[in-house]
């Protein structure tokens, strides 16, 4: 990426911390980023041009990553036995160049997710991952169980994967961010638990 655009979007993150993206003026972007508005317009012809763009880089990039980790999953050619244990075991390879890719992106990520950018980017999110489970579902050869209907199913399991992500993203404070490995150890352990494993009694 060239300099201005890496500026640029910094500068939508700290924008769009306050501000929604629909209410925000290229004039404050461009104050944001500490560029002219000259510059703004060499590489966008508005600021929905610019949304988009980053949106873009940000979804090509997930799906790289997740492709990335497919390959090698495949490479070893094991398929993965439905346990818990290996399940959990499994999270490291199958999710590790994605973490890497949102880690490294995590303010530009979070901002996306945010109300403020005003785009269903988790809606597209969505959609890649669902896509690529299938694909990794069709090389385990597994499909979703029968005691609920396989629309809620994708949509859950897709949908807590991407919603532990989106809980990882949303320190502001990066050094205080988990870790990828810390990461996916609790993306493992959300994969093979139950949501009332999260609840226990509380001692009198």
């Known amino acids: ?22 209410q925000l003026t290229v004039a404050e972007l461009v104050a944001a980023a500490g560029i002219s508005r ?10 929905y041009e610019f949304l988009y763009d980053i949106r873009s880089r940000i979804l090509k990039g997930i799906k790289q990553a997740m492709e990335a980790d497919r390959k090698v999953i495949e490479q070893f050619e094991v398929r993965r036995l439905q346990t818990d ?12 160049k994605l973490a890497v890719f949102i880690n490294e992106n995590s303010d530009m990520v979070r901002t996306l997710f945010s109300r403020n950018a005003t785009i269903d980017f988790y809606r597209d999110f969505m959609d890649l991952l669902k896509e690529e489970i299938t694909i990794r579902n069709s090389f385990h050869k597994i499909t979703y169980g029968t005691m609920i209907p396989t629309r809620y199913a ?18 502001h404070n990066k050094e205080s961010m988990e870790s990828i490995d810390e990461f996916l150890d609790i993306l493992g352990k959300i994969q093979i638990i139950s949501p009332y494993h999260l609840f226990r009694p509380i001692k009198e």
């Open 154 to 171: 994708e949509g859950i399991f897709a949908g807590e994967i991407i919603s532990t992500i989106r809980i990882w993203v949303s320190n």
């Open 85 to 96: 244990e290996e399940k959990y075991l499994s999270t490291h390879d199958e999710f590790y």
């Open 38 to 47: 000259r510059s703004f317009y060499i590489y966008y012809k508005d600021k």
């Open 1 to 22: 990426m060239k300099k201005t655009e890496l500026k640029l979007e910094s500068g939508l993150v700290k924008a769009l911390e306050n501000e929604s993206f629909n």
